[in-house]
């Protein structure tokens, strides 16, 4: 035990785990020490370790053993090989920090790790708890497999975070996780629940190619960055409850942070976006959705407003506003077949209006279908409006009516331009018979049919003149036009009230 007792300039006695970077006074301590002096510091932790494997021959008693490091303080700290079975706590390690391989149950907790921490290829038998840690540079876990749980619960990352290729067979948390820096976790597996509750990201974080085989949660989780699923399975319920989205702005490539956030990523199970908004669709572009959608109800002009931000953004984007169009019409189709699937019918005309007004954008987009879909959503909101499409009939009726008045009036000798237009004496005629025959042309059926013969063989001739002719196509014009119209609205009218 002496050679690991060390005294300080003040004479007191301290134990060669515990002894500070630096004394009271400032001199340094630990930071003044040789190589030899931190391999001795290593082969104490060592021994101490393969003390809990063999105080005893009875395996269940290994197993219960428990090798205690509380408050060490070490230059660099390797855990090495062996069924170990060790609580870290409250530690600060200023070098890198590795474990090879931890049997049984590890809990880190409290601890300072200054530079790199590496986990790979460790195999923990148990869980492996690092809970209220503080890494300060970079972690590095990867191609471990965890038998229990595995928790980073409350610790802060400040550093490039890599967690790739795990397998967790217990549970995964990383409740209120703090990270600073990127972070992945890619190509993972992960077989029982997944918890990031209010974690915060504030970097780029990718979960590429994971499998979630359970219940997956990141309620009220902050993505300050970009954030990206892609390829992602969640095999059941996974819950994006009251997220924060990162603003809409443009990252790599001219992409917005959160386009193609779900890019080849597949829901099995439930997908549940409650409180998080209905917007964001670029971030759908690709996804699969073999479970039920749910995201927030909101009006029609509220979910329009929002689109029209997004749509707004991505024409006036200045790297290659086509691809970010494209993008937003491929969330757009992915969340209305799982509206079609849910049978949620008015949801999935709103979407598809959406995917009617960024193809209106696309310049791949052939020029007559643009202004096909230009005109529909003059006459009638893309079959949204039910009003629009009849004042827009009663407005056509009454440009009619003046034609076909000027027309039959000048034929039948009652307006001329040798004569003053007189409105209180004048004839009127005319016009009446004006306003019925354009009505007529509306409305093909009822009294408006019965004309006054000598007006009407003024007003169209018997068709052996141009001018005839021209009046006939008019008339049948205004009568497919006047079809049209009443088509949308009542169209508009089973869409609203969801009839049939």
């Known amino acids: 035990m002496g050679d690991e007792l060390i005294v300080d300039p003040d004479g007191r006695l301290w134990h ?33 370790l393969l003390h809990s494997l063999t105080n005893t021959a009875d395996e269940a008693a290994k197993r219960q053993y428990i090798a205690l490091f509380y408050g060490i303080v070490a230059p660099r700290l ?32 409290g601890c300072l790790f200054h530079d790199q921490v590496s ?19 970079r972690i590095c876990c990867l191609t471990c497999e965890v038998a229990g749980d595995a928790t980073f619960h409350e610790s802060i990352f400040f550093g490039r975070n ?16 703090d990270f600073r820096g990127p972070a992945s976790f890619d190509n993972s597996t992960f077989h029982r629940a997944v918890e990031f509750y209010r974690s915060e990201f504030q970097d780029e974080v990718t979960f590429a190619g994971t499998t979630f085989e359970s219940r997956s949660s990141f309620d009220i989780v902050s993505f300050r960055s970009r954030f990206s699923f892609e390829n992602a399975d969640f095999k059941d319920a996974v ?41 964001h669709h670029a971030a759908f572009d690709g996804a699969v959705f073999d479970g039920s959608v749910l995201i927030d109800s909101v009006g029609e002009r509220e979910a329009k407003a929002q689109f029209d ?52 954008c696309q310049t791949k987009t052939p020029s007559w279908e643009r202004k096909l879909s230009h005109l529909y959503q003059i006459s009638s909101d893309y079959g949204t409006s039910i009003g629009r499409p009849l004042l827009l009939m009663l407005a056509l009726t009454v440009f009619f009516t003046f034609i076909y008045s000027l027309i039959g009036g000048f034929s039948t000798g009652a307006f001329s331009l040798h004569r ?20 007529g042309r509306t409305f093909p059926f009822g009294p408006w049919t019965i004309q006054s013969s000598d007006f009407q063989q003024a ?25 049209v119209l009443v088509f949308l609205s009542a169209l508009a009218v089973r869409r609203r009230f969801q009839i049939g």
Not at 168 to 175: A, D, R
Not at 420 to 439: H, K, M, N
């Open 16 to 48: 060669i785990a515990h002894v500070p970077f630096r004394w009271k006074d400032g001199t340094p301590a630990k930071l003044a020490w040789t190589p030899d002096q931190e391999a001795q510091l290593q082969a104490i932790f060592n021994r101490r």
């Open 162 to 177: 890599v967690f790739d290729e795990l397998v967790v067979k217990g549970k995964l948390g990383f409740t209120r996780g």
């Open 78 to 109: 390797v855990v090495p090989n062996g069924r170990l079975n060790a609580h870290i706590l409250e530690a600060c390690v200023r070098g890198r920090f590795e474990i090879s391989r931890i049997s049984e149950n590890s809990l880190v907790m």
């Open 239 to 279: 819950f994006f409850t009251s997220i924060n989205w990162p603003e809409l702005k443009p990252c790599h490539g001219g992409t917005s942070q959160y386009e193609r956030a779900f890019y080849n990523t597949r829901f099995k199970g439930s997908a549940v976006f409650h409180g998080s908004g209905f917007g």
């Open 459 to 483: 007003l169209i001739g018997s068709g052996a003149t141009l001018s005839s002719v021209l009046v006939r196509v008019l008339g049948t014009s205004q009568s497919i036009v006047a079809a």
């Open 309 to 360: 931000i997004e749509l707004s953004a991505a024409k006036t984007s200045t790297d290659v506003p086509e691809d970010r169009l494209e993008r937003l019409r491929g969330g757009a189709y992915a969340l209305r077949h799982a509206m079609e699937k849910a049978s949620d019918k008015k949801r999935e005309f709103l979407l598809y209006r959406f995917e009617l007004m960024v193809r209106q």
């Open 119 to 137: 986990i790979i290829q460790a195999k923990f038998d148990g869980n492996a708890t690092f809970e209220s840690n503080r890494f300060l540079g």
């Open 420 to 439: 003053p237009l007189d409105l209180v004496a004048g004839d009127w005629t005319p016009v009446f018979r004006g306003i019925s025959f354009s009505v």
